[in-house]
């Protein structure tokens, strides 16, 4: 699929270059105000599935659109692919081999397994990525996962008929919840390394407001994945440890605040209030990093899979 918003200058050109082995190429033009829509039908590839919204719904809504309508053409898989050419479909057989062979279910681009990805990158544009990885590895659960921002993807029905796309955020932190939903269903995934294209165009994204607002969706979709996968779904010694880690280092936090203020004055602390204090904080905090490593070892990988 083809999600598409102003590209009249680069949507026939992204239609042109799809392989011949593609069955079908959906592409939503997302309410654009130039002519993306009259260039994607004047390509003239038989196998174009035009999709046009009336209004703005965001990469996201247009991605689960574009899913959607690969589900009604009974496409095996379904693979996103942007209309600003920045996707080199000459690595699609790359993307699709561990989807193909059974070993994934859904798999995703990472530029960054190359050195080459850094050059001419700014320091703090590589900090940040490390840190939204983190913090997405953090929410999502699949922590053999990296580069999550990349929207190169692929997906197999499988995976995608269990997927409820209707809880899918649909803003720009669409590929941080997507892969939050599909951890919560154990869904198998994988990194493939595919080197980055970079174009002319320049983002418009404010960062200094896209970023709290995606930390808090994140911090959202930790809780919510924890709450599902390891509560509902199945109650997870995990939850026993984040639960009794979370109270201990609450309790060793409000005794700790309790000592300080006895001991402003003259008086000291005695032995056993600072134990009272700093011993469930170490506790607690023992227990987290248990329930962090079990995490880790529950993040569904591409030896899981099954197709």
């Not at 105000?33 to 174009?48: C, L, W």
């Not at 892969?179 to 983002?203: F, H, K, M, Q, T």
Request: net charge negative.
């Amino acid at each position: 699929m083809v999600p598409a918003y102003n590209e009249e200058k680069l949507i026939a050109r992204t239609i042109s270059t799809m392989p011949d082995f593609v069955d079908h190429i959906v592409v939503i033009d997302d309410a654009s105000s130039d002519e993306t829509a009259s260039e994607a039908i004047a390509a003239g590839d038989p196998r174009m599935v035009l999709i046009r919204h009336e209004d703005n719904t965001g990469v996201g809504g247009a991605v689960c659109d574009g899913h959607l309508e690969a589900l009604r053409l009974g496409c095996d898989v379904s693979v996103v692919m942007a209309g600003d050419g920045q996707m080199d479909p000459a690595y699609l057989p790359a993307l699709l081999a561990p989807i193909c062979d059974g070993t994934a279910l859904f798999t995703k681009a990472n530029r960054f397994y190359s050195r080459d990805s850094y050059r001419g990158m700014p320091k703090y544009r590589i900090l940040g990525n490390i840190i939204l990885s983190f913090m997405t590895k953090l929410a999502s659960g699949y922590w053999h996962l990296f580069d999550p921002q990349n929207g190169y993807t692929a997906i197999h029905r499988t995976a995608l008929e269990r997927l409820n796309l209707d809880r899918v955020a649909k803003d720009y932190s669409f590929e941080n919840d997507l892969l939050i939903n599909l951890n919560i269903l154990r869904i198998p995934a994988c990194d493939v390394p595919i080197p980055a294209v970079y174009g002319s165009e320049v983002s418009t994204m404010r960062m200094h407001k896209v970023i709290p607002a995606l930390i808090a969706q994140l911090a959202r979709g930790t809780g919510r994945r924890v709450v599902l996968k390891y509560v509902v779904f199945s109650f997870s010694p995990i939850a026993l440890l984040l639960l009794a880690g979370l109270c201990l280092i609450t309790f060793g936090g409000v005794a700790s605040t309790w000592v300080l203020i006895h001991t402003l004055g003259p008086a000291s602390a005695s032995a056993g209030s600072v134990l009272l204090a700093s011993l469930p904080i170490l506790t607690g905090i023992h227990f987290l990093i248990g329930a962090l490593m079990l995490d880790i070892q529950e993040s569904p990988d591409r030896r899981a899979a099954t197709v």
